[in-house]
C-alpha cells in the first residue's frame, strides 16, 4: 500500500494554496499514485510529491509536466506560477554584487578564452581532435541549443597546433573570409577579397602564406542561407572554402536543421561524405561535470538536489544548454555565501523562466519610448524562417539610428547579456532568447508578412547606400508600390537610411511617372499634327454612319435610365414588377444608374418579415437567401426579442427563452445568451437553461468560435469562457461598457471595443492587462462600431450626429469623416480590409469602399445589419429582412429565382420599357405576358 499523504491545509499562504489547488487537480483526475505520474511525466515520484507539498515552489517544468498528467490547463498554470515566483522573488535578497569572474558564461557560447571553465564535453572534443587530424573537411551538426559553438570555441580551438581562423559567415561570407585572411597574412582586406572573387583556387596559395597548416573553422554556418541574401555571393563563397582544403583543414559548424540546405550544394555534398559529426545530448554524468566543474574552479558549492533537479530537467530534453547556463549564472548571481542553493534556483524563475525572467525585468526598466524601441531592435535582430526556426541576424551599427534612447537601450541590453555587440554589429546573443522569452515571440508571430516586407527594404536600402546611392538601385514598378503601400498603412519603425531610400524611390517614380506624360503630350501633339488632315478625312467619310450609332446608342441608354426611374417609381407600391423593370433596364445598359436601381428594387421585393408584433431581430439567419427559405419553411431569422414579454423566441423551439431586453446566439446556433429586464445574463442550449451569470448586464455578443462570451454592463465589461458551458468561468473584466468583439483576418475573435464616456477602448484579447490604443471620440460616446480587419486594420464608429469615421488602430489617428445621415449612426457593417456600410435614423444605406462612397440606398429603419459575402443583410424596427445584393448578378438572379408569379400586359410591360414591344421578359416563365403584342 502507498503511504498516505499528509494532510495539507490552507493557512492564507500562496505557496501552500498553490500546493492545496494541485492536489486538488490530481483528485480530479481520480487521485493516480505518485509513481503513477512519475510514468507519464519521467519525473521522480518524490519530485512530484515535493511539488504538491507546500514547503517549497517546485520548478515550471515539474508543475507544467504535473498538470499535464493529471489534464489540467497548461498555460493557466504556467501563468499561475509566474506570479507566484516572482512574489518570492521579491521577498528574497536582491542577487549578490558579482566579485570576479562567474563561473558560467550565462546566455553567450563559450569562446577560446573560456577554454578553462568549459566542462562535460571532454569526449566529443577528443573525438573532434582525431577527426580534424584525419580529414581535411568535417561538418559539425547539431540542434540550436546542444552547444556546437561553445565545443568549437573553447572546447576544440586551444586544442589545435596551428594557426585558426574563427569566423562567422554573416551577409557577406567572402568579405569576412577575406578580412580574417588578410588580417592573418598581413595583408590588404580589400584586395585579397578581390582576389578571390576573381580566382577562387586562389585562397590556397594565401593560406600558404601562413605559419604552420592552417585550420578554418566557420561557425553558425547556416547564416549564409538565412543571413546571405545573394545567391552569386554564397556559391563563390562555398567554391573558395572547398577550394582552401588544397592548403588548410576546414572546418564548419551548422544547424541541423539545414542539413537539407547543405546537400543543395554538390560541391559540399561530396565534401561531407564521411566526414560528419553529430552533435548529441549530453550525458548525466557530463551535465553533473558541466554544473558541478566550473564551481568548483571558482570555489563555490551546488546543492546535490540542484544538481539532480537540473540535471533530470536537462537530460533528454533539447536545445536546453544556454537555458541551463544562463539559469547558473543567475543562481550564482543570488547564491548564499558560496554555496548556490535550490531555493536560488527557484528564485530565478527555474531553468524554462529564468532566461524569460531576465529580459521582462530589462524590458520593463524601459519607459514607453525605450520599450518601442527595443521591440524594434529585436524584430531587426530576427530573421523569419522559411521551413526552419527563426533565427538571430546580425545587424552592422550603420543599421541602427543614433539617438540617446537607442543607446540606453543596447547598453542595457548588453549589459544583461541579451544582445552581444561587437566591431561588426549587434546580435541577439543566442537564439535560445528567440524560443524562450514569451513577448519576443509574440513579437515575431505577429504580422509576419510585414516584416519579411521590412527585411526586403533593409536589404534594397543597404545594397542602395553601397552603391553610393546610386538612382539605378531605387525602387521601381510593382516592388515600390507593394513597400509604399505597406510603409504608409503600417507605419513601421524604419531607420533614417531606409526612410530616406523608400522618399527616393517614390520621388524618382513620381519623377519618371511625369516625365513619361511630357514626353507622351509632345508625342499626341506631334501625331494628332501629322495626323489631323488623315483624319478630317476620315470623319467626314464616317460621320454618317457614326451619327446613325450614336442615335442608337443615345435611345439605349436614354430606355435603361427611363427603366431605371420607373422601378424607382414602382418599388413602393409593386416592388416586384420594379425589381423585373430594373433588370431589363440593367440589361440595356450596365451603368451606376441602372445597378443602383437593381439592388434597391431587388432588396425591396425579396424582404421577409421575419418576427411578430412586439418583437426585434436579434440574430440574422447565415443563409444564402432568406426569401427562398421562408418557401421552404425554413424560419427567416434566428432569434427573435420581445422587450414588452421580456422574453426571446428561437424558431424551431417550442418555449421562449427567459430575456428579452437583448440576446445573442453562437455561430453555431447550439447556445443563446439572454438579457431580461434585470439585467441578468443567462445562458441556454435547445435543451433548456445551462447558466445564470453572476452581475448586472445589458448586452451579451458570442466569440467567433463560440468558446468565449462577452457581457457588457454600465461601466465595463467581461469575458467569460464557456469551455464547460454549465459554470462559465470568468476570464477578465475591463473598463468601458457597451463591448463588441471584432475579428481579424485568421477569423479568431481577437480584438474587443469598449467605450467609456467618449474615451474607446480598444484591446487584443491576447492581452487585456491594458487597452491597445485608447482613442478620444469627437462629440462624445459612439452608438455604432464596425471592424475593418488588417494589421491591425480600422476602426469604424457611427455618432449621434449622423458622421461616420474611420480610424487607423496602428495608430489611433483619424483618417477620415464624413456626415452621412441626418440622425444617429444606427448600424455599422464592415466586410473584409476596405468594404463597410452604414445606416441612420434617416432610412439611408451607404456602402463604402473605405474612404470613397460606393453606393447609396434607401429603406425603412434599419436596427441591425451585416455583410453575407458579397450581400448586405440588413433587419429593420419591424423585423422586415433585406437582402442587398451588391454583385449585380446575384441581384440579377434573385428577380429570376425569387420574384415570380407576376401577370402583366404586354401593353403595360412596353409601356415601361419606352416603346420596346421587342424586348421580352428578363426571366422568362416568371414574368407572365400575353403572347400578342400591340406597338405603342
Known amino acids: 500500500m502507498p503511504r498516505r499523504e499528509s494532510p495539507l491545509e490552507r493557512d492564507g499562504s500562496a505557496l501552500v494554496d498553490f500546493a492545496v489547488d494541485l492536489r486538488l487537480l490530481r483528485d480530479k483526475a481520480n487521485a493516480p499514485t505518485y509513481r503513477e505520474l512519475a510514468r507519464r511525466t519521467h519525473y521522480s515520484a518524490s519530485a512530484l510529491s515535493d511539488a504538491a507539498g507546500g ?21 493557466e498554470w504556467e501563468r499561475r506560477w509566474h506570479s507566484l ?56 551538426f547539431g540542434p540550436s541549443g546542444s552547444g556546437k559553438s561553445s565545443v568549437l570555441r573553447a572546447g576544440l580551438v586551444p586544442r589545435l597546433p596551428g594557426p585558426v581562423l574563427l569566423f ?51 561557425d553558425q554556418f547556416e547564416e549564409i542561407f538565412t543571413l546571405c541574401q545573394d545567391q552569386e555571393e554564397r556559391e563563390r563563397f562555398l567554391t573558395v572554402l572547398l577550394a582552401a582544403r588544397k592548403s588548410a583543414r576546414v572546418l564548419i559548424g551548422v544547424r541541423a536543421d539545414f542539413y537539407g540546405r547543405c546537400g543543395v550544394h554538390a560541391g559540399l555534398v561530396e ?91 530589462v524590458f520593463d526598466r524601459f519607459d514607453e519610448e525605450e520599450q518601442e524601441i527595443a521591440r524594434a531592435l529585436f524584430l531587426r535582430l530576427c530573421a523569419l ?58 513579437w515575431l508571430a505577429h504580422d509576419r508578412d510585414g516584416q519579411r516586407l521590412h527585411r526586403e527594404l533593409t536589404e534594397a536600402a543597404a545594397t542602395w547606400e553601397r552603391h553610393g546611392r546610386d538612382r539605378g538601385s531605387l525602387l521601381r514598378g510593382a516592388r515600390l508600390e507593394v513597400l509604399a503601400d505597406w510603409s504608409w498603412e503600417t507605419n513601421p519603425p524604419l531607420n533614417s537610411n531606409e526612410q530616406a531610400f523608400l522618399d527616393e524611390s517614390v520621388a524618382a517614380d513620381e519623377e519618371e511617372y511625369a516625365r513619361t506624360q511630357r514626353s507622351s503630350r509632345r508625342s499626341r501633339t506631334f501625331m494628332l499634327l501629322q495626323g489631323a488632315l488623315a483624319l478630317l478625312i476620315v470623319l467626314m467619310l464616317g460621320m454618317l454612319t457614326f451619327r446613325n450609332y450614336s442615335d442608337e446608342r443615345a435611345g439605349t441608354v436614354s ?33 451606376p444608374a441602372t445597378r443602383d436601381a437593381l439592388i434597391q428594387s431587388t432588396a425591396m421585393a425579396t424582404g421577409v418579415v421575419a418576427g411578430k408584433d412586439g418583437e426585434k431581430v436579434a440574430e440574422m439567419p447565415h443563409t444564402p437567401s432568406v426569401r427562398q427559405n421562408v418557401a421552404l419553411g425554413v424560419a427567416a431569422a434566428d432569434l427573435l426579442t420581445n422587450q414588452a414579454a421580456d422574453t426571446t423566441r428561437v424558431p424551431g423551439l417550442g418555449k421562449p427563452l427567459r430575456g428579452g431586453v437583448q440576446a445573442s446566439a453562437d455561430r453555431e446556433r447550439r447556445h443563446f445568451a439572454t438579457v431580461d429586464r434585470e439585467q441578468v445574463v443567462r445562458l441556454w442550449s435547445s435543451g433548456g437553461e445551462l447558466a445564470t451569470l453572476p452581475g448586472r448586464f445589458s448586452g451579451s455578443a458570442f466569440s467567433l468560435d463560440g468558446q468565449t462570451l462577452l457581457t457588457s454592463g454600465d461601466t ?134 473605405l474612404f470613397k462612397e460606393a453606393a447609396e440606398f434607401t429603406s425603412d429603419k434599419i436596427v441591425k445589419m451585416e455583410f453575407h459575402g458579397t450581400s448586405l443583410m440588413t433587419a429593420g424596427e419591424d423585423t422586415t429582412l433585406r437582402q442587398w445584393h451588391l454583385d449585380p448578378q446575384n441581384a440579377a438572379n434573385a428577380v429570376c429565382n425569387e420574384v415570380s408569379g407576376l401577370r402583366i400586359s404586354r401593353e403595360e410591360w412596353n409601356r415601361y420599357l419606352d416603346g ?9 416563365g416568371n414574368l407572365v405576358l400575353p403572347t400578342t403584342t400591340t406597338r405603342n
Request: hydrophobic share 40%; with cysteine; net charge negative.
Open 916 to 924: 420596346w414591344p421587342q424586348l421580352t421578359s428578363p426571366c422568362p
Open 716 to 849: 465595463s465589461t467581461a469575458l467569460w469562457s464557456l469551455a464547460d458551458p454549465w459554470a462559465p468561468r470568468l476570464l477578465a473584466t475591463v473598463p468601458g461598457s457597451r463591448g463588441v468583439l471584432s475579428t481579424s483576418d485568421t477569423m479568431t475573435s481577437d480584438m474587443l471595443i469598449t467605450v467609456e464616456g467618449a474615451v474607446i477602448h480598444v484591446w487584443r484579447t491576447a492581452d487585456l492587462s491594458a487597452p491597445l490604443r485608447d482613442i478620444t471620440h469627437p462629440g462624445g460616446a459612439p452608438v455604432s462600431f464596425g471592424h475593418l480587419t488588417g494589421s491591425p486594420g480600422f476602426l469604424l464608429t457611427g455618432g449621434a450626429a449622423g458622421e461616420v469615421r474611420v480610424w487607423s488602430l496602428h495608430d489611433g489617428r483619424e483618417r477620415h469623416a464624413v456626415t452621412a445621415h441626418s440622425g444617429p449612426v444606427t448600424a455599422i457593417a464592415a466586410n473584409g480590409q476596405r468594404q463597410w456600410a452604414s445606416t441612420g435614423d434617416d432610412g439611408r444605406v451607404f456602402v463604402w469602399d
Open 85 to 140: 515566483a516572482a512574489e518570492e522573488r521579491n521577498a528574497t535578497p536582491a542577487p549578490c554584487e558579482e566579485s570576479g569572474e562567474p563561473p558560467y558564461r550565462g546566455l553567450p557560447a563559450y569562446e577560446v578564452a573560456d577554454a578553462d571553465r568549459f566542462f562535460g564535453r571532454e569526449k566529443l572534443v577528443a573525438d573532434l581532435e582525431r577527426r580534424v587530424a584525419r580529414n581535411r573537411f568535417l561538418a559539425v
Open 168 to 218: 562567422t559567415p554573416g551577409a557577406h561570407p567572402l568579405e569576412e573570409l577575406a578580412v580574417r585572411l588578410a588580417r592573418a597574412a598581413g595583408l590588404s582586406a580589400p584586395s585579397v577579397h578581390g582576389d578571390l572573387v576573381a580566382q577562387p583556387d586562389d585562397v590556397a596559395l594565401l593560406m600558404r602564406q601562413l605559419d604552420g597548416e592552417p585550420v578554418l573553422v566557420v
Open 559 to 591: 430606355r435603361a435610365n427611363s427603366a431605371a426611374a420607373e422601378a424607382m417609381r414602382l418599388v413602393g407600391t409593386s416592388p416586384e414588377l420594379a425589381a423585373h423593370v430594373a433588370l431589363a433596364g440593367y440589361q440595356l445598359d450596365k451603368s
Open 55 to 75: 514547503k517549497r515552489l517546485p520548478s515550471l517544468a515539474v508543475t507544467r509536466a504535473f498538470v499535464q498528467a493529471c489534464g489540467g490547463d497548461e498555460d
Open 385 to 442: 524562417g522559411d521551413g526552419t526556426e527563426d533565427t538571430k541576424r546580425r545587424v552592422a551599427m550603420a543599421e541602427i539610428d543614433d539617438g540617446a534612447a537607442m543607446t540606453t537601450v543596447l547598453e542595457s541590453l548588453t549589459a544583461a547579456r541579451l544582445v552581444t555587440r561587437t566591431r561588426e554589429g549587434v546580435e541577439i546573443t543566442h537564439e535560445a532568447l528567440i524560443r524562450s522569452w514569451p513577448r519576443l515571440r509574440d
Open 271 to 361: 565534401a561531407m561524405q564521411d566526414a560528419m559529426v553529430t552533435v548529441g545530448p549530453m550525458t548525466p554524468d557530463e551535465l553533473r561535470r558541466c554544473i558541478v566543474q566550473p564551481a568548483r574552479a571558482a570555489q563555490c558549492t551546488v546543492d546535490n538536489a540542484l544538481v539532480a533537479t537540473l540535471v533530470s530537467e536537462v537530460h533528454g530534453h533539447a536545445g536546453m544548454l544556454p537555458l541551463l547556463s544562463h539559469a547558473l549564472l543567475e543562481t550564482w548571481r543570488r547564491r548564499q555565501g558560496n554555496a548556490l542553493t535550490t531555493a536560488a534556483f527557484q528564485n530565478t524563475g527555474g531553468l524554462q523562466g529564468a532566461l524569460a525572467q531576465s529580459a521582462d525585468a
